[in-house]
């Protein structure tokens, strides 16, 4: 089965002299998994979610989707960023609509028949996930800055869903939220998975949220203050995840995004796949 994700041989580097951020990155990731990148500050996290994205290019190798490299970002490819990417002169109604209206339809395409007739269905399903993000239908003609941060960070997902994307790609995407906050969007996003599919990328620095999140953790470490990142760890997430299996996979993450020694292997009940 060709992995619906294919990364090979990245590299990638910045500056002159060039300082090399990511280092040999070879990954294989199937449709529907839930992947969560973890990592230090500067390893490299953000840097692999852009070019899986089509918005950045690696100085070596290649990423190819269903075997085919794409060299820019596309409507197979969803992105919610860490910071809320609403335009704050538009509803949320239009802020969640304008990305598919804008890939659908160029200027003059916006006086054709078929653009109000997908206009009406875009608007129709927006206000579906509206719903199953949690908001009120009377939030839609509200505007960005009446909403709170776990409101707009709600209405963000809602936009990069509506588009459909076989993948869905997050960058810290809930750290900015309070912690009460930060719980109840974890379940949505979980929920969301489980109901679409869709396969997520999920780039966090915390290791418990990794843990509840993915059915797959990715640790990128440098093995040198000087050397590229590299994959350090990969393993699968048993379902569900039992809580006292957690405080073990927690340690083990942490001592492998900090390049420290391994413990005694009896301590670690899971199986790395590297």
Same mark, same amino acid.
């Given at each position: ?30 449709? @529907?998994? %839930? ?6 500050? @500067? ?5 692999? !979610? ?28 969803? *992105?919610?960023?860490?910071? *809320? ?13 304008? @990305? ?7 200027? %003059? ?28 239908? &009377? ?7 009446? !909403?709170? @941060? ?73 093995? &040198? ?7 350090? !760890? ?41």
């Amino acid at each position: 089965m060709i992995p619906l994700i294919q990364i090979e041989d990245i590299r990638v580097a910045y500056g002159t002299p060039p300082k090399t951020v990511l280092d040999g990155i070879d990954l294989a990731i199937q449709e @529907g998994e %839930f992947v969560c990148v973890l990592g230090q500050t @500067g390893c490299g996290k953000s840097t692999l !979610l852009r070019l899986v994205l089509g918005s950045e290019r690696p100085s070596q190798g290649h990423i190819l989707i269903e075997g085919r490299e794409h060299l820019q970002p596309d409507r197979t490819r969803g *992105y919610v960023p860490q910071k *809320y990417s609403l335009f704050p002169d538009k509803t949320v109604l239009d802020n969640i609509t304008f @990305g598919a209206e804008v890939g659908e339809f160029s200027l %003059f395409g916006c006086f054709t028949p078929r653009y109000f007739r997908l206009r009406r269905e875009y608007r129709a399903q927006a206000m579906d996930y509206l719903r199953r993000i949690g908001l009120r239908e &009377s939030d839609a003609a509200k505007y960005p800055d009446q !909403l709170s @941060g776990g409101m707009q960070q709600r209405v963000a997902i809602a936009q990069a869903l509506l588009t459909q994307p076989r993948i869905l790609l997050m960058d810290e995407a809930f750290s900015a939220l309070d912690p009460g906050t930060r719980q109840e969007m974890q379940r949505l996003i979980r929920e969301l998975w489980r109901a679409t599919g869709t396969t997520i990328l999920f780039v966090t620095h915390n290791t418990q949220e990794a843990l509840y999140l993915g059915t797959r953790v990715i640790v990128l470490a440098r093995e &040198s203050p000087d050397s590229g990142s590299r994959v350090a !760890l990969d393993l699968r997430i048993p379902q569900p995840c039992h809580e006292n299996e957690m405080p073990c996979l927690v340690r083990k993450l942490e001592r492998v995004s900090a390049n420290l020694p391994e413990a005694d292997p009896q301590e670690d009940t899971i199986h790395a796949m590297r």
